[in-house]
């Protein structure tokens, strides 16, 4: 184009007459029964393959390595006083529920509720002796495990405490408790 000449390069194209978006729509989604065969609505597939893994292993609690966890002998002396509080009715259960198992936490509860139903009855005292953690000895047997052994004292009585700590969600949780 040289001068400002107009120069036509071939005969004029008449456009196709505009089309409303619910044609566009039933036409591309016939594009798409046509190549793929099949009719109805289609959904690609996606990345992910669901069929080897649960629900549980996706979304429940995730194991924990015992580099990411916090120093289990003065976690297991603090839950354990925690837990001990709660069953002498001193503390709520709910307090406790994120750092024990469900199974552990049941027994707790349990506990707690017997010992405020004694106290509302009047066969319980109700001012309860403190929970003194005297020592604590762990052991871990596996990579974010810990197995403590706890003494504690409550005023008159010295007590064997033992804990199963499990690494979970970047946290310890009590996986069992057992006291002597």
Same mark, same amino acid.
């Given at each position: ?7 036509v390069?071939g ?18 989604? #016939? *594009?798409?029964e046509?190549?793929e065969?099949?009719a +109805?609505?289609? =959904?690609?597939?996606?990345?992910v393959?669901f069929?080897e893994?649960s629900d ?7 194991? $924990? ?16 006083? *925690?837990?001990? @509080?709660?069953?002498? +009715?001193v503390r709520p259960?709910? =307090?406790?529920?994120?750092?024990? $198992?469900? #199974?552990?936490? *049941?027994?707790?509860a ?7 139903? !004694?106290? *509302? @009855?009047g066969? /319980? ?6 929970v $003194?953690?005297?020592?604590? !000895?762990?052991? @871990? ?5 810990a #197995?403590?052994?706890?003494v504690?004292?409550?005023?008159t009585? &010295?007590r /064997?405490?033992?804990?199963r700590? &499990? ?9 069992a408790? =057992?006291?002597?």
């Amino acid at each position: 184009m040289s001068g400002g000449t107009l120069r036509v390069v071939g005969p004029p194209r008449a456009l196709p007459p505009p089309i409303s978006l619910e044609e566009a729509v039933r036409r591309s989604r #016939e *594009a798409l029964e046509a190549r793929e065969g099949r009719a +109805g609505y289609v =959904q690609d597939a996606l990345a992910v393959d669901f069929a080897e893994a649960s629900d549980e292993q996706l979304f429940g609690p995730q194991r $924990t390595i015992r580099a990411d966890l916090p120093d289990p002998t003065v976690w297991a002396g603090r839950i354990t006083r *925690a837990l001990l @509080e709660v069953m002498t +009715g001193v503390r709520p259960a709910p =307090q406790v529920v994120r750092w024990t $198992t469900p #199974e552990v936490y *049941a027994v707790v509860a349990r506990r707690s509720a017997l010992v405020a139903r !004694r106290v *509302a @009855e009047g066969n /319980a005292p109700r001012r309860r002796p403190r929970v $003194t953690v005297v020592r604590v !000895r762990v052991c @871990e047997p596996a990579d974010g495990v810990a #197995e403590a052994a706890v003494v504690v004292h409550d005023g008159t009585t &010295v007590r /064997a405490v033992a804990v199963r700590l &499990v690494g979970q969600d970047g946290k310890w949780r009590v996986s069992a408790l =057992q006291i002597g």
